[in-house]
């Protein structure tokens, strides 16, 4: 097999170290960019549809978008909506089911069974009980979920009566992920959060009480007028609450959000959320009070309470290369090796699949040396790659292909090497998705994530 190396990238530690927030993406998702998606790229991906899977052993994931919600956070950069009424919902719900119909009897799904599930959003919780059945059942009797390990659910605190709760856990739901971003009124309604923290407790507590195997709490650091004090407060009560596991983002602020739109009104470059180093020093403050009750830090957004019992398996799923049956406005999939985004917009999206077309607006397909840069870098946000692993999949050294940008972030202090295992130091977990640009290559660093 022959070598893929990474020419040494120019001696740099990535971008150039920003402290102020402004505004653009700055998670690393995916790679290559999302840019570099085309639809010109769409009949490699209805080539893959047709072949049975590439690899026998490829676990197969189903994401399903639901895009509703009861208002949208002035942070919120995905495709949701706020005005759509009983009928329009049950129309998407519908086109759902003909999109995921369309896709069980192609030769790479026929005949699999998804090992994972995941509803976003949106607000997946924004549903009825009615409507969740009415969905679960529909997708059950296309693509049965007898042999799922996990089922994740994305619920905002303010959609979750205990009616609705005891609904979300009938139709299967392993993994109920909490929206919480916060405790703070005053936060929650600067941010344009719809709940509040008197939601959060009740429906917490609820889902302990029926017994939902796994419960993830989200929180964001850095959000508008957030203050040193409030986040310490912030953490303690998630601290109280004792949760599976938490998911805490650093504030950013892409450029379809709210804030940004008034950014630009206003015209300021420098948005009105904390700097990097104070996210970044706050995300580390809550990481050290979790583990001083026992949590364990498993990657750059994630604590968790007990690594042994507590997973995420879409996630691992999706960073080691997974295929995931994506359906619903603006989803993102893999499938076969072809990466692919639905139409963005909703009536064009229920339109086409009314009319029998398949709703995908954009594709790309990875090289081989993309598929291992890919797979490396967001192995990576886990914070520490098995390197002898690594190898048996694909053949090659990452020591040996990433040589120049490993020793670029060893000259940085960034790297903890034992054995087989390259970490990251905590400070260099903190702002990986700023140094993951060290393993880019030079056409794809100025793709933006769009």
């Known amino acids: 097999m022959s070598s893929i190396t990474i020419a040494p990238p120019p001696k740099s530690s990535g971008p150039p170290i920003q402290k102020e927030t402004t505004a653009g993406n700055y998670f690393v998702a995916n790679y290559p960019p999302f840019a570099f998606w085309k639809p010109e ?12 899977p590439d690899r026998a052993d490829t676990p197969l994931g189903l994401y399903t978008h639901i895009p509703f919600c009861r208002k949208r956070c002035h942070f919120c950069y995905f495709r949701v909506y706020t005005d759509k009424n009983a009928e329009d919902i049950k129309g998407y719900l519908d086109a759902l089911l003909k999109e995921l119909a ?10 699999r069974k998804p090992r994972f599930i995941y509803f976003g959003g949106g607000t997946p919780s924004y549903l009825s009980p009615d409507q969740l059945r009415y969905l679960s059942e529909g997708m059950k009797a296309l693509l049965p979920w007898d042999e799922a390990v996990e089922v994740t659910f994305e619920g905002e605190p303010g959609t979750l009566t205990d009616h609705k709760l005891a609904a979300i856990r009938s139709i299967g739901v392993t993994r109920l992920s909490l929206g919480i971003e916060h405790f703070d009124d005053h936060i929650l309604e600067v941010n344009g959060r719809a709940h509040r923290s008197k939601e959060v407790l009740r429906a917490y507590q609820y889902a302990r009480e029926i017994g939902f195997p796994q419960i993830n709490i989200d929180l964001i650091a850095g959000m508008v007028e957030e203050t040193e004090e409030k986040w310490r407060e912030a953490v303690a009560q998630a601290v109280a609450l004792r949760p599976d596991s938490v998911t805490i983002y650093q504030m950013e602020v892409p450029y379809n959000t709210g804030i940004y739109r008034q950014m630009k009104a206003e015209g300021k470059l420098v948005a009105p959320v904390a700097d990097w180093d104070t996210k970044r020093r706050w995300v580390n403050y809550a990481y050290t009070e979790f583990e001083r009750i026992g949590y364990t830090v498993t990657s750059a957004t994630t604590v968790v309470r007990d690594p042994a019992q507590v997973k995420f398996i879409y996630r691992d799923g999706l960073f080691s290369g997974a295929d995931i049956l994506s ?24 339109d086409a699949v009314s009319a029998g077309q398949r709703p995908v607006h954009r594709a790309y397909t990875p090289n081989a040396q993309e598929r291992y840069i890919r797979e490396f870098m967001l192995q990576l946000k886990l914070g520490c790659v098995n390197t002898a692993a690594f190898a048996r999949k694909f053949g090659r050294d990452p020591r040996e292909e990433f040589s120049g940008p490993l020793a670029v972030l060893r000259a940085g202090g960034h790297l903890l090497e034992h054995g087989d295992h390259i970490g990251l130091t905590r400070d260099a977990l903190l702002q990986v998705d700023r140094l993951l640009h060290e393993f880019f290559l030079p056409e794809h660093r100025t793709g933006r994530y769009a």
């Open 41 to 52: 790229f769409l009949p490699e991906f209805e080539a893959a549809l047709d072949r049975p």
């Open 327 to 350: 359906i619903g406005v603006a989803s993102f999939g893999h499938l076969n090796g072809v990466h692919y985004q639905n139409l963005h917009d909703f009536q064009p999206f229920v």
């Open 102 to 111: 369309s896709y069980a009897s192609k030769p790479v799904i026929r005949g």
